[in-house]
C-alpha cells in the first residue's frame, strides 16, 4: 500500500489504469486537460495507448468502435465536449456497450468559464441524447474516492454493458489530497462474449455491434430489454453517505465538492444548536431515493445546496413525494457556495418564514 | 462445365433492398470478392454508414459495425487500435463521408490510420429522398437544388482523392466507377490494392466509387450509366491518386 | 460451350445487362417475377460465349455463368 499526493484528474487516470482499461481516446478542454497529459505518458506504460482525437465527436465514436472490439476504453471532456458526445452515448446505450465518460463540470451554458459548476446534473441523470436510455452517473467528492469511483465505473460498465459517468467539477478535478494506492493485481477483465472482434475469434457466425432495428416490434424488444436492465440498476446500485441525519430535522442534499463545504455547515449548524444534517447521493443515477427516504424519517425540510440553477432538487422531490417542503440554494455560473452563506439559508429555514 | 462466375459466399444469400438498377449492388459484391480472394474473412471487420446501406452490416457476413452519421473512420480507428492485426473498412457514402463526416475521414487519413475507406459517390443523397450532396456536379438537379447547383448558394463540389492525395498518412487513393464492364473490373483491381495496403501496414487507403442513383437522377439505369459517363467522369477523373512508392509510412 | 443461369426472381428489371451483352441476346421477358419485375432472360442461349459481362455488371448478382475448359 502506498500513499501519495494525486490531483483528481490524474486519480481518475490512475484508477482507469489499475482497472484495466488501456484506451483512452479524448480532446483536451480546461479543466480535465491534465487527465489527457497523465494519461498520454501512464498509458504507454503499460502497453496501452492515448490517442488525442480530432474532437468530442470522434473521441466517443472511437470509444464505441474500441468497446465494440471488446477493451476497456475511456475518455472524458467538460460541458461543451460533453453535448458533442450526446449522440455517440445514446448509440453507445442503444448498441450496449460499456465505456467510462469522465465530465469535469465548468460554468456554462455555452462557452461559459472554466470555473466549477453542478450544473450539467440533468444533463446526464436525465439523458441528454435522445431516445430511452440511461447512464449510471458517479459522483466523488475527494480525490479518493475519484481513484475508487473511477475503477468502480468499469465494473459497472462492463457488467451492465451501458456507458458510465464520472462527473465532478473543477475543484475536483484540480485539487491535490493524499491518496491510497493499494498494492493489488491488475483488475480480472473477462472475455466478452459478444464483442465483434473479427470472425478469427468465434468462428461460424459473425456479430453485429448495432442500435438500428427498423422493424417497431423488434425496436420495441429492444427497448424492454434495456428497461430491464435499468430496473436492475436501479434496484442495485444505488449509493449515498449520511451524516447525522438520524435526529436531522433539516436535512442539506449535496454531492461532490459541495458536499464537502455543507459538511462543515452542519458542523457549525449543530453548534448553533440547529439539528441539521448531510445526506450526499454518490449516484446520481440511480438517484439514492430509498436510502433518502428511509434515513430522514425526522427531517421537516430539505435544502438542496448545488452549483446550478436548481436540478437535484428535483430528483429529491420526486424522491420523497411532498412529504416536506424542499428549497434549493445554488451558486451559478462558476461561482462556488460558501460556508457562511449556506448556514444562513439554514437559519433562515430553521427559524422558519422563509419559502423558496 | 467450370463455374466462373457466381455470387461471393460472403454475401448473405438475401435479396438487397436497393432500387433496381443502383451500383450499390455491384460496389458490395467487389468488395466481397476482395475479401474472399485475399482469404480475410476472418479478421475483416466493416463499419457500416448510415444512409442507403446502412444495411450493408446485415448483407456483409462478417463481423459489422453500425456507426452514427460520418463517424465510420472514428469507430474504426478505435477497432484499429484495439486489435491492429484485423483488416478494418468502411463503407460510406457521399453524405457520410464528404458532408457530416469531413472531419473523421480527414483526420484518419491525416493519421495514417491504416484502415480502408470504400467511398461510394453518386453525387446525390438516396436514401433521404434524393437531396444534394457535396459531391453534386455544377448545374445538377436535386430536391433541395431545385434550379441546379448554384455557385452562389452552394458552391462547389468536393474532390475527396484530389484532396487527401497531399496528405503524408494516406497510402493509397484511387477513384473508379462501376458502370460498365471494363469500369467494374479496374474498380476491382484498385479496391483490392487498397486491401492490400492495408494488410502491408503502409497507411490509410481510400477508394472513391462512383456509382449510379436511378432513382434520385430520375433516369433508368441505362440512362444513369449515360449520365454517369458523360456528366460525373470528367469532373471526378478516374484512376490511382496515390499509391505507395515503396517503403513503409512512419506511424 | 457456355451456360448462363438468371436467378429470375432476383430481378429487378433494371435493364444494365440487356446492353452489354456482345451478342445482344438477353432481353426482357415477357413474364413478371414475385417482386413484380419483367426478369431478364437469354433469348439465344446456344450463341452465348459465357463472357460474364452480363453477370459483371448486375447490381443483384442475377445472374451465374459457366464456361467449358478448353483442352490445352
Known amino acids: 500500500m502506498s500513499r501519495i499526493l494525486m490531483k483528481g484528474n490524474e486519480a481518475i487516470g490512475e484508477g482507469a489504469v489499475r482497472a484495466g482499461c488501456r484506451y483512452f481516446f479524448g480532446y483536451p478542454i480546461t479543466p480535465q486537460s491534465e487527465l489527457t497529459h497523465y494519461l498520454a505518458r501512464r498509458l504507454p506504460e503499460v502497453g496501452g495507448l492515448y490517442l488525442q482525437a480530432e474532437s468530442e465527436v470522434a473521441s466517443i465514436n472511437m470509444v464505441y468502435g474500441a468497446s465494440g472490439a471488446g477493451a476497456r476504453v475511456m475518455t472524458s471532456s467538460s460541458g461543451p ?77 462492463d457488467y451492465y454493458r451501458n456507458p458510465v459517468m464520472v462527473m465532478a467539477d473543477g475543484i475536483m478535478a484540480q485539487m491535490m489530497e493524499p491518496v491510497e494506492l493499494k498494492n493489488e493485481a491488475q483488475a480480472e477483465i473477462q472475455a466478452k462474449p459478444w464483442a465483434a472482434s473479427g470472425m478469427i475469434d468465434h468462428p461460424g457466425s459473425k456479430r453485429i ?43 442539506l442534499v449535496a454531492f461532490g465538492t459541495v458536499s464537502r463545504i ?95 | 462445365m467450370k463455374k466462373v462466375f457466381k455470387r461471393p459466399g460472403i454475401l448473405k444469400d438475401v435479396p438487397f433492398h436497393y432500387c433496381p438498377g443502383c451500383t450499390h449492388g455491384v460496389a458490395h459484391r467487389l468488395v466481397a470478392e476482395v475479401i474472399e480472394e485475399l482469404g480475410i474473412r476472418d479478421t475483416a471487420i466493416g463499419v457500416a454508414p448510415v444512409g442507403c446501406s446502412v444495411f450493408a452490416m446485415d448483407y456483409f457476413e462478417i463481423d459489422m459495425f453500425q456507426a452514427s452519421h460520418g463517424r465510420a473512420p472514428a469507430v474504426a480507428t478505435g477497432i484499429k487500435r484495439v486489435l491492429p492485426d484485423r483488416v478494418v473498412f468502411t463503407y460510406q457514402g457521399d453524405g457520410d463521408l464528404a458532408a457530416i463526416g469531413t472531419g ?49 448558394i452552394n458552391g462547389f463540389p468536393i474532390r475527396v482523392c484530389e484532396m487527401l492525395a497531399p496528405l503524408e498518412g494516406t497510402a493509397y487513393l484511387a477513384r473508379v466507377a462501376v458502370h460498365t464492364p471494363k469500369a467494374i473490373i479496374q474498380a476491382k483491381k484498385f479496391i483490392k490494392r487498397a486491401f492490400e495496403v492495408q494488410l502491408e501496414g503502409l497507411g490509410f487507403s481510400l477508394v472513391e466509387v462512383l456509382s449510379t442513383c436511378p432513382t434520385n437522377w430520375g433516369l433508368s439505369p441505362l440512362e444513369a450509366v449515360k449520365w454517369l459517363e458523360e456528366k460525373m467522369v470528367p469532373y471526378y477523373p478516374l484512376g490511382e491518386y496515390k499509391s505507395p512508392a515503396g517503403g513503409v509510412i512512419n506511424a | 460451350m457456355a451456360r448462363v ?22 432481353k426482357m421477358s415477357g413474364r413478371i417475377n414475385e417482386m413484380g419485375y419483367h426478369p431478364a432472360a437469354l433469348e439465344e442461349p446456344e450463341n452465348c460465349t459465357g463472357c ?9 448478382m442475377v445472374i451465374e455463368v459457366e464456361r467449358e475448359e478448353k483442352a490445352v
Open chain 3, 52 to 60: 460474364t459481362l452480363c453477370a459483371l455488371v448486375c447490381p443483384d
Open chain 2, 104 to 152: 473523421e475521414f480527414v483526420h484518419a487519413a491525416t493519421r495514417g490510420e491504416r484502415i480502408t475507406a470504400v467511398f461510394i459517390n453518386n453525387a446525390i443523397y438516396g436514401m433521404t429522398g434524393g437531396q444534394m450532396a457535396p459531391t453534386t456536379i455544377m448545374g445538377q438537379v436535386t430536391k433541395t437544388t431545385p434550379f441546379g447547383r448554384d455557385r452562389e
Open chain 1, 209 to 251: 455491434i448495432n442500435s438500428c432495428f427498423v422493424i417497431p416490434e423488434e425496436m420495441e424488444a429492444v427497448n424492454i430489454r434495456l428497461k430491464e436492465k435499468y430496473t436492475q440498476i436501479l434496484f442495485n446500485e444505488q449509493d449515498s453517505e449520511g451524516y447525522l441525519l438520524e435526529d436531522a430535522e433539516i436535512v
Open chain 1, 81 to 157: 465536449g460533453i453535448s458533442l458526445m450526446q449522440e455517440g452515448l445514446s448509440f453507445l446505450a442503444g448498441a450496449e456497450l460499456p465505456c467510462v465518460v469522465v465530465n469535469m463540470m465548468r460554468g456554462g451554458p455555452g462557452l461559459g468559464n472554466i470555473a466549477p459548476s453542478q450544473a450539467d446534473y440533468f444533463q446526464a441523470t436525465k439523458g441528454g441524447g435522445h431516445g430511452d436510455y440511461r447512464l449510471i452517473v458517479l459522483a466523488p467528492n475527494s480525490v479518493q474516492e475519484i481513484l475508487d469511483l473511477t475503477g468502480k465505473a468499469f465494473e459497472l460498465a
Open chain 1, 262 to 356: 455543507c459538511r462543515a455547515v452542519v458542523e457549525k449548524a449543530r453548534q448553533l444548536g440547529i439539528p441539521a444534517g448531510l445526506f450526499r447521493p454518490v449516484t446520481l443515477w440511480p438517484f439514492p431515493a430509498e436510502e433518502l427516504k428511509r434515513t430522514t424519517g425526522k427531517a421537516k425540510c430539505f435544502l438542496s445546496v448545488e452549483m446550478n440553477m436548481g436540478q437535484m432538487v428535483e430528483d429529491i422531490q420526486l424522491a420523497i413525494s411532498g412529504k416536506a417542503p424542499v428549497y434549493h440554494y445554488g451558486r451559478l455560473g462558476g461561482m462556488v457556495p460558501v460556508a457562511r452563506d449556506v448556514l444562513q439559508e439554514v437559519q433562515k429555514l430553521y427559524s422558519g418564514g422563509v419559502v423558496k
Open chain 3, 5 to 26: 443461369i438468371f436467378r429470375e426472381e432476383r430481378c429487378k428489371g433494371c435493364r444494365l445487362c440487356t446492353a452489354v451483352c456482345p451478342r445482344g441476346i438477353i
